[in-house]
């Protein structure tokens, strides 16, 4: 069988895992959305909550090892990775400083009362500034996306964010290459440098 059709057969035989992985990490994601949104911390069911969070966070990285052909995965991973130092240090719950919030200026409802409570329906977790831990990768970042809103980001959403924004293009790259952009680069790169080490072999 020919390099180039042995190629292809193993890429025909590897997209339909990306997909499945693709699809488990859609998921992953939207269960551990409800579970770490609509548990509180003093539920009776506070340690199903964090117990989803950890289980559904390795999960992700494990996916990053099925979808490595795709430089996005790795990306996504590393701002999911990013988001859990902090919230693995509190609990599964994503630390917000109340300082950050009170100078946004966009969450007038939200005072100091609020401190130590978790936001409803979200991830957040009020705390004082002091009492953050992993403070750089806590959510403290305000924008105000159009259609969207005013939100208070993590440094982890955001390279997470950009991951899947890079995911679209590879699929697009995909469809007109045949093959991940990644793949190609690194292919290319063995071949320059097995033509180099044959020349060297050579002189």
């Known amino acids: 069988m020919p390099a180039n059709d042995a190629s292809t057969e193993l890429a025909s035989r590897k997209l339909p895992r990306e997909l499945g992985a693709l699809l488990l990490a859609v998921a992953l994601y939207l269960l551990q959305d409800v579970a770490i949104s609509h548990i509180p911390p003093g539920s009776s069911l506070a340690w199903l909550r964090a117990a989803t969070f950890f289980v559904a966070t390795l999960c992700?990285?494990?996916l990053a090892l099925?979808?490595?052909?795709?430089?996005?995965?790795w990306v996504v991973a590393a701002g999911i990775a990013m988001n859990f130092l902090p919230m693995a240090a509190h609990g599964g719950l994503m630390p917000i400083a109340y300082e950050v919030i009170r100078d946004s200026g966009a969450f007038p409802q939200v005072t100091e009362e609020w401190i130590g409570r978790?936001?409803?329906?979200s991830k957040d977790i009020v705390l004082w500034r002091d009492d953050v831990r992993f403070y750089?990768?806590?959510?403290?970042?305000?924008l105000e996306v159009p259609g969207y809103g005013p939100?208070?980001?993590s440094l982890g959403?955001?390279?997470?964010?950009?991951?899947v924004a890079l995911g679209l293009l590879e699929g697009a790259a995909f469809v007109l290459l045949g093959s991940p952009p990644l793949e190609l680069a690194l292919a290319r790169l063995r071949g320059h440098r097995h033509r180099r080490n044959g020349q060297a072999s050579m002189a």
């Open 60 to 62: 992700f990285i494990a």
């Open 151 to 153: 939100n208070i980001y």
């Open 66 to 73: 099925v979808l490595r052909r795709y430089l996005a995965a």
């Open 136 to 142: 750089f990768f806590s959510d403290r970042f305000f």
């Open 118 to 121: 978790q936001v409803e329906n």
């Open 157 to 163: 959403d955001f390279v997470a964010f950009s991951g």
